[in-house]
Structures are given as C-alpha cells and as structure tokens.
C-alpha cells in the first residue's frame, strides 16, 4: 500500500494560519478569563481553549506532511468557524473577541481549501 506522505512546504499558508489562530485563540481565552461575567463567557472560552489545541495539533500535523493532514483540515475548519461564531454572538464589544473571529474565520478557510487541495 503507497501512502500519501506530502511535503510539508505544501502546507506552508495553513500552518502560518492554524500557529496565528492558536495564538490569539489563546489569548481570547486568557482576557475572557479576566471579564467580571465569566459565566457569559464561557462559551467562547470553552471554544477557543478548543481551537487552540486543535490549531496546534493541525499545524503539527502538517509541518511533518501528515497522510491525514486532510481529515483534520477540515475538522479544524469546523471548529474555527464555531468558534468564530461564538466570538461574534451576542454583540461582544471585546476587541479581542473580534480579533479572534478574525483570525478563525481566516483560518479556517485556509484550512477549508487546504482539506479540498487534499482530497483532489
């Protein structure tokens, strides 16, 4: 059986966007954590805490050429827009909340084209 190991200069764009996303996912969390409502903010906490290791573990994945690089591509697409979603919810007024919608909803159309780019 031939397996589909690829090099990991393919995956170069949406390891840059998955180690960025951790990043402020990370940070999201970290402020949100600070708020006086934690309690209204438990969601999104809870969900970039989730992102981030997901993010993390995708660009691991890649940065070694994984054979299922694929199949979390896409799981990381998933996540980093429920993620993006939960940070734009209820009218959050937190820059960081916003910058972390951002930089999801970045990623995970990266990691969307990359799943597709795979899967050809």
């Not at 940070?27 to 992102?51: D, G, P, Q």
């Not at 199949?71 to 993006?84: D, K, P």
Request: proline share 0%.
């Amino acid at each position: 059986m031939h397996s589909k190991v690829f090099s990991s200069n393919v995956f170069g764009n949406c390891i840059e966007a998955c180690n960025q996303c951790a990043v402020e996912c990370e940070h999201c969390a970290t402020e949100c954590l600070k708020e006086n409502n934690i309690e209204m903010l438990s969601r999104c906490i809870a969900l970039a805490r989730e992102c981030a290791i997901v993010c993390s573990a995708n660009a691991k994945l890649m940065s070694v050429g994984g054979e299922y690089a694929s199949l979390l591509c896409h799981s990381c697409s998933v996540i980093c827009n429920a993620c993006a979603e939960e940070c734009e919810s209820d009218s959050k007024e937190l820059d960081y909340c916003k910058r972390c919608a951002e930089v999801c909803r970045e990623c995970a159309e990266e990691c969307y084209r990359m799943a597709e780019q795979l899967q050809a």
